[in-house]
C-alpha cells in the first residue's frame, strides 16, 4: 500500500463487510435489517447502531453500503435544517437511481449532539424516518439519554460492542507488520490495553509511536502505567458488585489516596445519575469526614473506614440489579487545575485588594469582597497612591471596564 | 491618611471626636479617657463600618498630635498568618520608647475576633506583658466570640449601627465638598442599602460619581445589586434541573472567584432553602441534609467534597425523590 499521509484508522478502515472484525452480531443484524427493508417487512424504518466510540459504527455502515452497492447519503445536523438537500435524499429513487446503485442507504452520523429543541434537531430526524422510503442507520455514542426516548421507539437498536482485547491485539499486530515496524508483545498488549475496546483511539496511538524508538517507548509506557492503574480500579469499582477484593482495590494504584479521592469525585457524576449519585457522594462524604480526623488526630486506624467509603462506598451505591455496561472515559481530575487557573488569574486581584485594604484600615477579605465598587472609586490618582505596579493596573482597568459596561447594560434594560 | 487622599472614606474619616456622627455615648466616655492620659485596654464591638477603626486612629491622633504614626500599629487578625505573626509585630513594635511625652504605644487589633481560642489565649499573655509600653485597642464585630479573660481586661464598648440621619448628614457633607448631587430617593437608597454602614455608603457615593456627577437612585440600585456577590441561588437551580456537573462547576466559580469559604456557602444555601420552589417536606429535608453536611465539613478535610454530597441530595430533590 501506498505511503499516503493518512491517519491510520482511515488507511486501514475495511472496506469490506468480510473485512469488519469481533462485531459479527451487529454484522448479522444490520444485514438482516436491509434485507427486510427491501422486501417490505420491516416493522422499523431505522436502525441505530450504538456503541463507544472507535468501536466501527461508521465502518460497518459504510461497509456494507460499499459490498452492497447500495448509494451512502451522508447527513448531519445541519443537513437536517436544509429543506431542499432532505427533499433531494427522499426523493423516490426511480427518479434519479444512479445507473448502478441498487438502492440508497441513509446514513445520519453521530447524533449525540442533536438537540431536542433546535430547529433541525431530533424533531427533523424523526419526521425524515416516518418520510423514507429509504433505510436509516443512525450512529450513536450513548442512546439512553432521555432526549432519545421518542427516537428509540421508531427504530431498531444494535449494540456495537467495545472490541475484545484479543481483536485490537491482532490488528495492532497484523497493521503495525503492514506498516514494516514490528513491534514487542509487551508494546502491542499495552497499547491493547490502553484502548479499552477503542480500535480508532489503538490505532491513534500506534500511530503515534511508530516514529519512537523503542526504548523511549518502554518509558512512555511505564509513566503511562500509573494511570493505567487508576482507570481499572475506578471501573472496578463502578462496573462490579462490591465484594471482598473491592476494598484492596487501590492497593496496585500508584496515586496517593488523596489523589485517587480527587479522581472519585470527578468521575461519579460520569457515571452515576439521582439517587446513586446522592449514595456515592454521600460515602466520598464520609470518607473525608474520616480523612480530616486523621489529619487532626493523628489517629490513623480511620484510614480503615477512609478506604471502606472510597471503596465499597462508592461501589454499593449503584443499584443491585443494573449493573452499568455503558462504556465510560474517565478523566483526570480538573479541580486542582482550575483552582490553580483562577489563583493564577485572581492573584492580581490579590495584591490590589491587600494594597487597598492597608490604606484604608480594613482587611484583605473585606477589600476582595468590596472589589467591585472599590474598582469604580480607584482613579489615576489613587492608583499612584497605592503604587500598583504595570499588571495591576492592567488587570484593574480590565475589571473597570468590565463594571461599567455591566453598569451600562442594566441601565438600557432598566429604561 | 492625607487630607489628600483621593478614596473618601479616607478622604473624609474624620480626625477629630467632634467630627465624628453618631455614637455620641462612646464619643463622649473615649474622649475623656483619652485626655485623662492615662489609657486602659480597648475593645470596640459592634457592626463594620461604624466607626471602629476611626476612633481608633483619633485616640491616637489626639495622643500623640504630629507623631501619631510612629506610635500607633494597625494589625488586621484576618489578614496576618497566626498569633505568632501577631506577637512579632507586636514585639518588634513595642521593643522602641515612645515618641513624646505619653509613656505608651497605641496597637489597634481589627477583627480580633477572627481569631481562635488558643490563640486568644496567647494575645492575652501578650497584652499582659507589654503593659508597661502599649495600650491595645481591639476591634470586633461579636464580643461574645472574644474570650472573657481579654473582655475584663478592657473596657468594653458597643458600637450600634449608623441611623438614617446620620448616614445622611455624612452624604450631603460629601456631595457639598465634592459639588455632587443626590436626590431624596437616593439618599433613602443608599442608607438601605448601607444597611448602616457608613463605609459602604461611601464607597457606593463615590463609585456612581465616577460614573455621573448626579447620583440617582437608579444607579445606587444597580451598583447595589452588582456589587452583591453571585448568589448561591443559580447554583441550586442547576442542581435541582438534574444539571449536578453545571452546579458543582458553578459552585467552584463563586468560591474561587468571590473567595467564599465552604461555610460561607453553606450558610447561604440553608437560608435560600426556604425559597426554593420546592415541598415544605422536602425543605425540611433538605435543611437537615444541609445541618449534617455543615458538621462534616467542620469535621472533614476538603469543603468542595462536602458541598458537592449537599448538591447530589438537591438533584436528588429535584426528582421528587426522598432524601
Same mark, same amino acid.
Given at each position: ?415 | ?153 478592657? /473596657?468594653?464598648?458597643?458600637? #450600634? =449601627? @449608623?441611623?438614617?440621619?446620620?448616614? %445622611?448628614? &455624612? ?5 457639598? +465638598? ?66 449536578? /456537573?453545571?452546579?458543582?462547576? #458553578? =459552585? @467552584?466559580?463563586?468560591?474561587?472567584? %468571590?473567595? &467564599? ?5 453553606? +450558610? ?56
Amino acid at each position: 500500500m501506498p505511503d499516503k499521509p493518512l491517519p491510520l484508522f482511515e488507511k486501514y478502515r475495511p472496506k469490506k463487510i468480510s473485512d469488519i472484525r469481533g462485531q459479527d452480531i451487529a454484522v448479522d443484524k444490520l444485514k438482516a435489517f436491509i434485507t427486510a427493508f427491501s422486501r417490505g417487512i420491516s416493522k422499523k424504518k431505522a436502525m441505530i447502531l450504538h456503541g463507544p466510540a472507535g468501536t466501527g459504527k461508521t465502518t460497518l455502515a459504510h461497509a456494507f453500503a460499499n459490498e452492497m452497492s447500495y448509494e451512502l447519503f451522508e447527513l448531519n445536523a445541519s443537513d437536517l435544517r436544509n429543506r431542499a438537500k432532505l427533499d433531494e435524499i427522499l426523493k423516490p429513487s426511480t427518479l434519479q437511481q444512479s445507473l448502478f446503485a441498487k438502492g440508497k442507504i441513509i446514513l445520519v452520523d453521530e447524533v449525540d449532539g442533536v438537540t431536542s429543541t433546535e430547529y433541525g434537531g431530533l424533531a427533523e430526524l424523526i419526521a425524515l424516518i416516518e418520510k423514507t422510503k429509504f433505510p436509516v442507520i443512525i450512529t450513536c455514542n450513548d442512546i439512553w439519554q432521555s432526549k432519545f426516548s421518542l427516537l428509540r421507539s421508531k427504530c431498531e437498536l444494535v449494540q456495537v460492542k467495545e472490541l475484545n482485547y484479543l481483536v485490537v491485539v491482532q490488528l495492532i499486530k497484523e497493521i503495525a507488520l503492514l506498516e514494516k515496524r514490528p513491534l514487542s508483545e509487551r508494546v502491542i498488549s499495552e497499547i491493547a490495553a490502553k484502548s479499552r475496546g477503542d480500535l480508532r483511539a489503538a490505532l491513534n496511538d500506534l500511530h503515534s509511536i511508530i516514529y519512537f524508538d523503542e526504548e523511549i517507548l518502554e518509558e512512555e509506557i511505564q509513566l503511562r502505567e500509573k494511570t493505567q492503574d487508576i482507570f481499572n480500579a475506578l471501573k472496578e469499582i463502578f462496573k462490579l458488585r462490591a465484594n471482598q477484593d473491592t476494598l484492596e482495590v487501590y492497593e496496585n494504584v500508584n496515586l496517593e489516596l488523596d489523589q485517587i479521592m480527587l479522581w472519585l469525585e470527578e468521575n461519579i457524576p460520569a457515571e452515576y445519575r439521582g439517587e446513586e449519585l446522592a449514595k456515592a457522594y454521600d460515602a466520598l462524604s464520609k470518607a473525608d469526614v474520616f480523612r480530616g480526623r486523621i489529619i487532626r488526630q493523628q489517629y490513623w486506624h480511620f484510614l480503615v473506614y477512609q478506604n471502606f467509603f472510597m471503596t465499597a462506598g462508592i461501589s454499593a451505591a449503584k443499584g443491585i440489579k443494573n449493573l452499568p455496561q455503558r462504556f465510560i472515559k474517565y478523566n483526570p481530575p480538573r479541580r486542582i487545575l482550575k483552582i490553580w487557573m483562577i489563583n493564577q488569574k485572581e492573584a492580581k486581584k490579590k495584591s490590589i485588594a491587600s494594597k487597598y485594604a492597608e490604606f484604608t484600615h480594613t482587611s484583605k477579605k473585606r477589600a476582595m469582597k468590596e472589589f467591585f465598587l472599590a474598582s469604580l472609586i480607584m482613579n489615576d490618582v489613587l492608583i499612584k497612591e497605592l503604587e500598583l505596579d504595570e499588571q495591576e493596573i492592567e488587570y484593574l482597568n480590565e475589571r473597570k471596564l468590565q463594571a461599567i459596561e455591566q453598569i451600562k447594560a442594566m441601565q438600557n434594560t432598566t429604561k | 491618611m492625607s487630607d489628600s487622599s483621593t478614596i473618601w472614606t479616607e478622604k473624609y474619616r474624620p480626625s477629630k471626636f467632634e467630627e465624628v456622627f453618631g455614637q455620641d455615648e462612646i464619643i463622649k466616655r473615649v474622649k475623656n479617657l483619652t485626655n485623662s492620659l492615662n489609657l486602659p485596654h480597648l475593645l470596640f464591638a459592634g457592626p463594620a463600618g461604624t466607626g471602629k477603626s476611626t476612633l481608633a486612629i483619633i485616640v491616637a491622633k489626639e495622643l500623640f498630635k504630629e507623631y501619631w504614626r510612629e506610635n500607633y500599629l494597625e494589625l488586621n487578625a484576618s489578614d496576618a498568618r497566626g498569633i505568632d505573626v501577631i506577637r512579632q509585630e507586636v514585639k518588634n513594635f513595642a521593643r522602641t520608647k515612645s515618641l513624646g511625652s505619653v509613656p505608651f504605644k497605641i496597637i489597634f487589633l481589627d477583627e480580633a475576633d477572627a481569631l481562635t481560642k488558643e490563640a486568644q489565649q496567647a494575645l492575652r499573655r501578650t497584652m499582659e506583658n507589654f503593659t508597661s509600653t502599649c495600650r491595645f485597642i481591639l476591634s470586633c464585630n461579636f464580643s461574645s466570640k472574644i474570650i472573657d479573660p481579654i473582655q475584663s481586661r478592657c /473596657v468594653v464598648f458597643r458600637f #450600634k =449601627l @449608623l441611623e438614617k440621619k446620620d448616614i %445622611e448628614k &455624612v452624604m450631603k457633607k460629601i456631595a457639598e +465638598k465634592e459639588g455632587i448631587t443626590l436626590d431624596e430617593k437616593a439618599y433613602e437608597t443608599i442608607y438601605e442599602g448601607s444597611e448602616g454602614d457608613c463605609r459602604r455608603a461611601i464607597n457606593l457615593i463615590q463609585a456612581s460619581a465616577s460614573i455621573s456627577p448626579i447620583i440617582t437612585e437608579e444607579i445606587i440600585n444597580i451598583l447595589l445589586s452588582s456589587a452583591k456577590p453571585k448568589d448561591v441561588k443559580v447554583v441550586l437551580d442547576y442542581a435541582l434541573s438534574g444539571d449536578f /456537573v453545571k452546579s458543582k462547576e #458553578k =459552585l @467552584l466559580d463563586i468560591m474561587l472567584k %468571590e473567595s &467564599v469559604s465552604g461555610t460561607d456557602i453553606i +450558610k447561604s444555601i440553608q437560608k435560600e432553602i426556604w425559597n426554593l420552589d420546592v415541598d415544605p417536606e422536602l425543605k425540611v429535608k433538605l435543611t437537615e441534609k444541609t445541618g449534617e453536611v455543615e458538621f462534616r465539613l467542620v469535621e472533614g478535610s476538603d469543603e468542595f467534597v462536602q458541598l458537592e454530597s449537599l448538591l447530589a441530595s438537591f438533584v436528588l430533590a429535584g426528582l421528587g425523590k426522598k432524601l
